[in-house]
């Protein structure tokens, strides 16, 4: 059974930096897809990156180039490394897993997918 547990949340003023991280166990499949999704009070779930087991890596384009995905220690240590923050950033944080491959890996996640129980990251101007 696929466990998802996050940390590194918090506070920030705009331009600061956070580092996410989701302690992933139980993913013995080949093949799957790792990511991470926020969502903000009213708005819609989105996507923000993603990691799948062929190394490919996506980017949603409101956060490429500021943010950085990674997965280590033998894909147990899923990380989102956040630079550059802004007020727009602002939403609850999710872990979320599948065991097979979806492309892109990291665009859509659903209720049906292993999710963890999030981190709140919020980003003052």
């Known amino acids: 059974q696929v466990q998802l547990v996050e940390s590194g949340g918090g506070s920030v003023q705009a331009g600061g930096s956070l580092r996410l991280s989701c302690a992933v166990s139980?993913?013995?499949?080949?093949?799957?897809?790792l990511g991470w999704f926020r969502q903000a009070p009213g708005k819609e779930r989105e996507g923000v990156a993603g990691?799948?087991?062929?190394?490919?890596?996506w980017y949603a384009d409101t956060v490429k180039g500021r943010f950085t995905i990674s997965l280590g220690n033998g894909k147990n240590i899923l990380e989102l490394q956040m630079n550059s923050l802004k007020p727009e950033d602002t939403a609850m944080y999710y872990c979320?897993?599948?065991?097979?491959?979806?492309?892109?890996?990291?665009?859509?996640?659903?209720?049906?997918?292993?999710w963890g129980r999030g981190t709140q990251v919020t980003v003052s101007s």
């Open positions: 979320a897993a599948v065991p097979y491959l979806r492309g892109p890996c990291g665009h859509s996640w659903y209720p049906e997918d292993v």
């Open positions: 139980g993913v013995t499949t080949i093949t799957y897809c």
């Open positions: 990691i799948g087991s062929d190394g490919d890596t």
